[in-house]
């Protein structure tokens, strides 16, 4: 590591000096430049400081990479339910590990699991590591860090992805803390060098510069990656690999914290929490068409919304409606069908981070904020879109 | 009920960029305001202290001017500050950034519960709360969406996973992260604010650790190194599509594949 001197002999104008820092972190304190704790270390002041900065680094006692082998997934689950982010890190971790020649591992932590570790298998895992135990039934912190941190002792994996999932955003910070390693949270995109060493990239400061980061002497290395950003590998009808079960004695499974029940989420309703949404403008004639708007909605599991006309003509409740005198909305996908785009209504849903538009008219104003602006009519691209959905999903 | 709310000053806007010709960050933004998510995690513990009585400590860690966010909690109703501030802890990432905390925690007092927000404004990673339970020895639950009540030794609560809502019976001493919107913060009072603008708080540096080891904190503590910033590659697209209805919704369907919206 390494730690940042300062020059003082060597410092002219102490007021630009402290202007370099964007952090904030140089104070003028009686004529020589101090740095304090807002300090980042990011470096700027060595780059541009006119020699004043000087960062040194320190020898560190190197560890044995050798030591820690393999790419380790966690298996997030609920009742033997796996969750989809564990395929897509499987795909993640099998491309890593190609890449330095070495093996993947899954981690599943559960009860009466091991039917449901059989069908990792066909996923191209060299290993799932299983602890069935009855004190993991239910997912309890402590137990479950007590049995990873017992997977990760006996195995010594280089690299643990788990799922930044609202369990895994817990789970592994508990277990990086223990191993007292690093831990990346919520990687866009990860890379691997020979040495093992995990390249992690993010979004920092809200998304707007995006930060590589390694972690060079400590083992694991250990990573989270939200849903939906890796690519799942496509199911093998053959299976590979082995399941082998770890020992774990019970009484090390002594948490306090006890599960007293697992309900099912009630499904949010409104239109301000749908992640997908499919809205109908005037370019929708008549009331019964909604029905297509509707079944768009359906069959992408989002929600439908509306332009305030059609609450005009009473089509529609007013919840429904998205606009400055109606709701605000910032969801994942939007898809407006026959909206114009007025200013009113651009102003409630401009944020949304995939706009598609279909409209007739190429001049329409919602196409100025459409990433995909689709000109055409409604009524022959929906219905033939709803179908390919379909088609898509019976496939799959 | 000794209640402990860690909260973060967070700069006010998150607009910064990289300048693409030197590679260097440009920041004007100050830092100048509490974490938002830190105000649900203040008005629980006030909550909680309401009803069932006891106090309400706030802790912060940052430059000597993050004080300002502990006379913010004050004029909530906060009873007790403290500032852990120390040139050594620059640099800090998530694991060192947690052992301080953890350090300052045993240095402030004892506490039942400890409560965080889920996350902050800069950082966005949600990790600092259960590394610093890990480092103190106690359970944990993060993501709370609400508290159902609190017995003599422990606290009951919902926590919020993917798909479901998990009981949980949790022994004191604990951590929790809560959930934004699991009460609706209050608006600081003046009179409060007047009341608490001279109120001593507690200073620690490094030497008042238990562990006074420099190794273990600041940049020397912290397992992660940022190799390189950089702007991200834009993704924002602006495409105009024409063609048949045939055509138009193939591509529609594809492009929504691709980014993973239907199967």
Known sequence: ?396 | MEILVCIKQVPSSNKVEVDSATGVLKRNSAYAKMNPYDLFALETGLRLREKYGGSVSVLTMGPPQAATILYEAFAMGADKGALITDRKFGGSDVLATSYTLSQGIRKFGKFDIIICGLQTTDGDTAQVGPEVSEMLGIPCVCNVRAIDKVEDDNIIVDMEMSEDIEKLQVPFPCLITVQKDIYEPRLPSYKKQKATANREISRYSLNDMEDKNEKHYGLDGSPTCVQRIFPPTSDKVQEMWTGSGEDLSARIYDALKKMKFTA
């Open chain 1, 1 to 396: 590591m390494g730690k940042l001197i300062v020059h003082q002999e060597k410092v002219q104008d102490i007021a630009a000096l402290i202007k370099i820092c964007p952090f904030g972190a140089m104070e003028d304190k009686a004529g020589k430049i101090e740095i304090n704790s807002a300090c980042r270390l990011c470096k700027v002041c060595v780059k541009r400081g006119k020699g004043v900065f000087e960062f040194v680094e320190e020898a560190t006692n190197e560890i044995d990479k050798s030591a820690w082998r393999g790419i380790a997934v966690y298996v997030e689950h609920v009742d033997g339910k796996i969750h989809p982010v564990t395929y897509e890190l499987i795909g993640k971790a099998r491309e890593l590990a190609a890449k330095i020649n070495q093996p993947v591992y899954a981690i599943f932590l559960g009860e009466n699991i091991n039917q449901k570790a059989q069908e990792i298998l066909h996923y191209g895992v060299d290993k799932v590591y299983t602890c069935d135990k009855k004190e993991l039934r239910a997912f309890n912190i402590e137990n479950y860090a007590t049995a990873f941190e017992n997977f990760i002792n006996k195995v010594k994996p280089a690299v643990v992805l788990v799922g930044a999932t609202p369990v895994g955003r817990q789970l592994a910070p508990r277990v990086a803390a223990h191993f007292h390693t690093g831990l990346t949270a919520d990687c866009t995109i990860l890379d691997i060098h020979e040495n093992t060493d995990l390249v992690q990239i993010r979004p920092a400061f809200g998304g707007n510069i995006m930060a590589e980061i390694l972690t060079p002497n400590h083992r694991p290395q250990m990573a989270t990656v939200r849903y939906k950003i890796m690519d799942a590998p496509k199911r093998s009808d053959e299976i590979s690999g082995t399941v082998e079960p770890l020992e774990l004695d019970s009484a090390k499974l002594a948490s306090k914290v006890e599960v007293l029940g697992i309900t099912k989420k009630p499904r949010e309703i409104g239109i301000e929490n749908a992640d997908i949404l499919v809205v109908a403008g005037r370019g929708v004639k008549k009331k019964e068409d909604l029905k297509l708007i509707r079944e768009l909605a359906e069959v992408l599991n989002g929600d439908f919304a509306c332009t305030r006309p059609l609450v005009e003509n009473g089509w529609l409740e007013p919840k429904r409606q998205i606009g400055l005198s109606g709701r605000t909305v910032r969801p994942k996908l939007i898809i407006t069908c026959g909206v114009s785009g007025s200013v009113q209504f651009v102003a409630g849903m401009e944020h949304s981070e995939q706009i598609f538009a279909i409209n007739t008219d190429p001049k329409a104003s919602i196409f100025k904020v459409a990433n995909y602006a689709v000109v055409g009519d409604l009524y022959e691209i929906v219905p033939k879109l709803i179908d390919k959905i379909k088609q898509g999903r019976d496939i799959a």
